[in-house]
Each structure stands twice: as C-alpha cells, then as structure tokens.
C-alpha cells in the first residue's frame, strides 16, 4: 500500500481486521484540524487491529506519521516502522494512543521517527498505562525541543512519551537502574543498529539487544520474526523485530 493521498487517513480501520505480511509506505494525510481521528498517514484504528510482520516506511501527515489508536484494540508484533513523520506541531510520528485505546506492542523496531509536537515523541506516545511495549528496540526518533545553551528551536530525542508501560525494552529513556529490563539510558550507548547496506535495521553482532528480551515470553520458535525467522532461537528473545543468531564462536584447526 503505497503512494495514496487522503485528506483525512490513509488506511481507516473500524472492524476486526488482520494486516500482515504488507509494505505501507510513503501515503500522505494532509488532514489539519485538530481531531485524535483525522490526519494519520499510515493507518488510524477505532476497531480491533492485529499487525504482524508488516513495514511502515516513510509515512507522514499533519498528525500521525504512522499509527493512530483512539478507542480501538490494537496488537502489533514483528513489524519495522521507520521514518514515519509529522508536517505540523500535532502527537507522534511513530505510534499515538489515547487514554481510551488498548494497544499492544511486541518486538517491534521502532526507528528514526519524527514530530515537530514538543510534549510528545517520535516514536511512541502513550496517554495511559493501557499501552504496553515489551521486547522492543525504540531508537532515534525525535520531537521539537528548545536548545538548553541558545533557547533555539530543535530537534531532540523522544523515543517514548507518554504513560505507557514498558518492559524488556531498549529506548532512551530507559531508567538506569535497568527496571523491567528495560536498556537504553546514558550517553554512549549504542544498540549497534545497521542503517545501511544488507540487513538494514537488524542489530549487529555484540549488540546488547540480542538475547535481552523478557525470558517469561509465551512466544516460541512457532512464531516468526519480519524476516521469516523462528522466534527464540538461542533459548531467549531479542529486542526488536528481528531475531538475531547468537554472537557465535570461532573455531581454530591447528
């Protein structure tokens, strides 16, 4: 699904509904007034949403870049949402929920989002408890913020906003005391994401991401990862959308 423009959401969900397996990239939702229901340029939902091993890429609107939950029940697990983008000082870039919505978010990567908002994130925001992340790589997205030194307007990182529970998870505002097994906090830290050539957005080897998620996971090897891959397949789950090997061995034949 590519390439459609709509004043008001680019994908509109009201009932029961299964996405899985698609490409959801570059839709515009020019959509201005200010209404929770109006200007998604991925995917708004008010109904009952599964996501499963789906991209979104390059989505933007006035609103919400990529996925907007109102009052809706929305899963969504194994899917890359990057560089997804606000046009105006309006809620997130990657994933916004009300305080109404029920939203589940399971080994996704969620990368590289953008909003001009500056109470919000880049990448998910949240307005109550009611969303839950788990297993999770949230990195480098960003919301306007104020520059402590000149007082100008620029972009900061937000990965997450709001009030959303979250666990297992890597993101910047990780509370360094490493609660719920959440990763992320502190300058320098680096979760070893490739941005370019093959293999784009899976984590390098040695990255702290690996391995990392929640060991009590009900997801096994019957489950895929975006790539196709068994989940857990070195006996405990990544973070993030791809299942990595392990950091492997290296074998010397004298």
């Known amino acids: 699904i590519c390439n459609t423009k709509s004043a008001n959401n680019s994908i509109d969900i009201s009932g029961t509904t299964l996405i ?7 839709n515009t939702a020019t959509m201005s007034d200010n209404y929770d229901y109006l ?3 991925g995917i708004y939902s008010k109904g009952s949403l599964t996501m499963e091993r789906c991209k979104l890429i390059g989505n933007y609107s006035s609103r919400i870049g990529a996925i907007g939950n109102t009052d809706g029940t929305v899963v969504i697990k194994d899917c890359l949402i990057v560089g997804n983008y606000t046009t105006r000082s309006y809620l997130t870039g990657g994933i916004y929920a009300t305080a109404d919505a029920t939203t589940t978010i399971r080994n996704c990567t969620i990368v590289s989002n ?3 908002a500056a109470s919000t994130a880049g990448g998910v925001y ?8 788990t297993d999770c790589l949230i990195w480098d997205n960003v919301h306007q913020g104020t520059d402590a030194e000149t007082g100008a307007t620029v972009l900061t990182r937000k990965d997450v906003g709001g009030t959303p529970q979250v666990r297992y998870s890597c993101y910047s ?11 992320g906090f502190g300058e320098g830290f680096d ?12 984590v ?3 990255s702290p991401c690996i391995d990392a998620g929640d060991r009590a996971t009900d997801r096994n090897e019957s489950d895929k990862d975006l790539a196709g891959n068994p989940r857990v397949r070195c006996g405990r789950i990544d973070m993030g959308c791809y299942e990595e090997p392990s950091g492997g061995f290296k074998v010397i034949v004298r």
Do not use: Q
């Open 20 to 26: 899985a397996d698609c490409l959801i990239t570059n």
């Open 39 to 41: 200007g998604h340029g």
């Open 114 to 116: 953008r909003t001009l």
């Open 126 to 133: 949240a307005a109550s408890a009611k969303c839950k992340i």
């Open 173 to 183: 505002e990780a509370d360094p005391a490493n609660v719920d097994g959440n990763i």
């Open 191 to 202: 979760p070893k994401i490739r941005y370019r050539g093959r293999n784009m957005y899976h």
């Open 204 to 206: 390098r080897i040695g």
